[in-house]
């Protein structure tokens, strides 16, 4: 029927068998970008926002968010995550935050999902915290950024 890996030969959605992979280490790196009012931007990174920390907030969200990944993503396999580490990176002249995960892991998949997951929660939290203050925030440019390990082997984006 098709060479999708989550469709059998009959059109039925399946989790892909990784039981014959070997463990090998796997990474991953993703971005996502939060724009925002420079009013929110410096609240932001003067931590004078009600509610919080909003960064160390994100973090704590986008690394859980890592770790639950199966349970949002249908077909996505429960993985003992080994490392999850979300950055930010405040752009004041853009008045953007950029967020990026990183995780790793020793097992039989890859951890592409884990990464883009983290850094869209950790963005969701960023929304959340200040949209008393700024409704017209804008997620975007979520990505990955690269990826190793496992048979398809290393891959980078270079256009960002």
């Known amino acids: 029927m098709s060479s999708f890996t989550h469709i059998d030969q009959k059109g039925r959605v399946r989790m892909v068998d990784v039981s014959e992979k070997p463990p090998t280490l796997r990474s991953a790196v993703a971005q996502g970008i939060i724009f925002m009012k420079p009013a929110t931007f ?5 931590q004078t926002v009600k509610k919080g920390n909003v960064l160390e907030t994100a973090r704590i969200a986008g690394i859980m968010a890592a770790k639950r990944t199966p349970d949002l993503i249908p077909m996505c396999h429960p993985l003992n995550i080994e490392h999850a580490q979300i950055d930010f990176f ?28 983290a850094v869209s929660v950790a ?17 975007s440019d979520i990505c990955l950024l690269e990826k190793s390990g496992g048979k398809s082997g290393t891959f980078t984006r270079f256009d960002v």
């Open 90 to 117: 405040p752009n004041t002249e853009q008045g953007a935050i950029r967020i990026e995960a990183s995780v790793r892991i020793i097992d039989q998949t890859g951890v592409e999902m884990e990464a883009l997951t």
């Open 123 to 139: 963005a969701l939290t960023v929304y959340d915290m200040c949209k008393s203050y700024d409704r017209e925030m804008t997620i």
């Open 42 to 46: 410096d609240m932001i990174c003067d």
